[in-house]
């Protein structure tokens, strides 16, 4: 799947388009088809890895999760089996979980409580 990525810190020049693996999922994660990715300022803070402390959970000497974004929107590809709410081609809205998986791929994937319907 194609997923923005970087490698190391910095500005927008450290993002590059790139093939990756889709994310697998878990027995209560939820596995979306991303059609809309929200970006904010934390994930500016992550990419740069600055202010200072944001390094210590994004990782101390370069970046621990490379595919940048939090918030989706999306429809559900596959589910996990102890899923319950969601079934696959429900469009949801959410936000996805690092390191398993960020906002800016193809796909992404969570924790079924992460998710609700869109309205």
């Given at each position: 799947m194609q997923a923005i990525d970087q490698e190391r810190r910095g500005g927008p020049e450290v993002l590059v388009s790139r093939?990756?693996?889709k994310p697998g999922i878990g027995d209560r994660e939820v596995l979306?088809?991303?059609h809309a990715a929200g970006l904010h300022?934390?994930?500016v803070f992550g990419v740069r890895g600055s202010p200072f402390p944001i390094r210590f959970t994004s990782?101390?000497?370069g970046p621990k999760f490379g595919v940048p974004?939090?918030?989706?929107?999306g429809t559900v590809e596959a589910i996990g089996r102890a899923v319950t709410r969601f079934a696959p081609g429900d469009e949801v809205f959410g936000v996805c979980t690092w390191?398993?998986?960020?906002?800016c791929a193809e796909y992404a994937c969570a924790p079924e409580g992460r998710f609700v319907l869109k309205p």
């Open positions: 093939e990756i693996d979306v088809r991303v300022i934390g994930d990782g101390l000497r974004g939090f918030d989706i929107a390191p398993s998986s960020g906002a």
